[in-house]
């Protein structure tokens, strides 16, 4: 933090707007996050590792996981291409596809798996098509990844588009007269800018697919150990009056968005921090 | 190699950048594009290189035509006005890269690579990045990398634009040192006329996209085809001036001037060193200020019935007695030229 000099410093008044704000923030994230973990242990390790290792916590933890790694992956690879395409080509209507891009963020998730199941649905023209192939969409993992994407669609957009927007043109053009490939160019120039922004934006997808709720309960079917995640399976053990078990999955799955959210801070640093400026 | 271009054009929107420019440079010869910002030097230099598509015209390298080739396949080295090395790859990769997109064997890269850091004096700093470098330093790996694939030409954008003015002095004197040794044809872009003229074999003149003069620098500052040569070239004082049988009539002043019309009303352009001022009452002018400059010193006076006038004397001249502000002085001019009226009604700088 920058020191600031005499005249800045806060007087009385501020001091109070100081502590107000950090209560509020304490007493808005801490106190919460604070009883979750509390009441997931307050039985015991034993008691906790039971009720995380059922076999219905266990298949819906690893759905969850299984396929907001997915998720994250695809993101990725589709989420930097759009980014490039946005970036590089002048396309017509560049503003209403940039929109279009970010409509998941504004549109109410629930709607997201409305807007799926009356598309793909057992009762859709689209879904009776699916089904004579011998392919679920509704109902079935489809129906959660397809809504995944939807819904985490901007994140690796919105990283990478704006460091692709940093990088010196005259980097890549140096390099074509060198003799580069356009690939060589791109993984010369963009890539190592970019790194950091995909791996922080697919982990920021992988972190949202793992909280997803209101487009996974409309479509996903929530049938225990098939197609049951465990934000889904967290709100079946509240609504049944076991909050001590859905608070010991809830904690689980927190665990796990802080190491993502580590292994994110390092991922940027170890690349980032070797050459930050230039 | 020798180049040839021919007719160039270049639009940009409504901006006529490179208006039909044509010219020649020989192989082995190093060249300065001189002119102010936004005249095309620089997309001239970026066609050559193949960065731009000219609108029409053509470019040629060793009498083959190369106006379609691909910037990829030109094998032209270019130093771009910001260096633009590669952020993410460490000093001896950007100058390896050129070498490395050619599948030269590693061992022969790293040598390579080594030799033209020793030669742009940047020995044993192959492993930092360029952040971790200086402007001057950096503006040398630029250059290295982009002679490292030994290119048959070598362009240089503003090369130094963007270093503080004492470096840009060393490395100008190190640049023309650069060019005798590694004999590479080379065209260099510059708005700074005393860097044209001291680094170069031939400068070309471009203004709004047309090329106003070629030469030599003597020829340049001696013989300025245009007024907005003689204007570019140097600190002068122009004048319009009443012409009758070769003598130039400017208020009280009158000079016999060299080229132009011989009658009429001219444009009279007078070098500030070319003018030399004597103490004399009544004379014909009246010193305003004297302003040292380092080794120069500027004597502002205006001349009677036809306004301001700039003159320059070394610093400790002889021809600075008496002079100061307020003295009548006499006015002579040891050099001048005149131009048709016309023509400098767009070209001011």
Known sequence: ?278 | MSIRVEHLRKRFGSFQAVDDVSFEVESGSLVALLGPSGSGKSTILRILAGLESPDSGSVWFDGEEATHVHARSRAIGFVFQHYALFRHLTVAENVGFGLLVRNVDPKTRAERTEQLLELVGLGGLGGRYPSQLSGGQRQRVALARALAPEPRLLLLDEPFGAVDAKVREELRQWLRRLHDEVGVTSIFVTHDQDEAFSVSDRVLIINHGKLEQSGTPAEILDEPRTEFVARFVGDVNVFTAQMDKGIAKVGALQTPAQSGPSDGQVQLVVRSYDLKFFREDPGVATVERVVPLGDRVRVHATLDGAGSLVAQFPRRSSLLRGIEAGARIQVEVTYARTYPLESGRNSAP
Request: avoid cysteine; hydrophobic fraction near 55%.
């Open chain 1, 1 to 278: 933090m920058k020191p600031v000099g005499f005249a800045l410093l806060p007087g009385p008044g501020e001091l109070w707007v100081r502590r107000g704000i950090v209560s509020y923030i304490g007493l808005l994230v801490l106190v919460p996050f604070s009883v979750l973990v509390f009441v997931a242990f307050q039985d015991g390790l034993g008691a906790f590792w039971e009720r995380i290792t059922s076999d219905v916590a266990l298949s819906a933890v690893g759905l969850t996981l299984w396929t907001g790694l997915l998720v994250g992956v695809l993101n990725a690879f589709f989420g930097t291409l759009t980014a490039w395409v946005l970036f590089r080509y002048p396309l017509p209507l560049k503003p209403l596809v940039s929109a279009v891009v970010d409509l998941p963020l504004s549109i109410p998730t629930l709607v997201a798996g409305v807007m799926l199941s009356i598309l793909y649905g057992p009762a859709s023209l689209l879904g009776q098509k699916f089904s004579a192939l011998g392919i679920d969409i509704i109902f079935a993992k489809p129906g959660i990844i397809l809504a995944l994407l939807l819904v985490t669609l901007p994140f690796v957009v919105r990283a990478v588009e704006p460091v692709l927007e940093e990088v010196d043109p005259a980097e890549e053009e140096a390099a074509v007269v060198l003799g580069a490939s356009p690939w060589r160019a791109f993984r010369t120039v963009y890539f190592p800018a970019i790194y950091p922004a995909v791996i922080s934006g697919s982990l920021r997808s992988l972190g949202r697919a793992m909280g997803e709720f209101g487009s996974i309960v409309i479509v996903a079917g929530n049938i225990p150990q098939e197609t049951l995640t465990a934000p889904v399976y967290i709100f079946g053990e509240i609504e049944s009056g076991h909050p001590a078990t859905a608070a010991s999955v809830g904690s689980l799955l927190l665990f796990i968005a802080l190491a993502l959210h580590g292994i994110a801070r390092i991922a940027e640093k170890r690349v980032g921090g070797r050459h930050a400026q230039a």
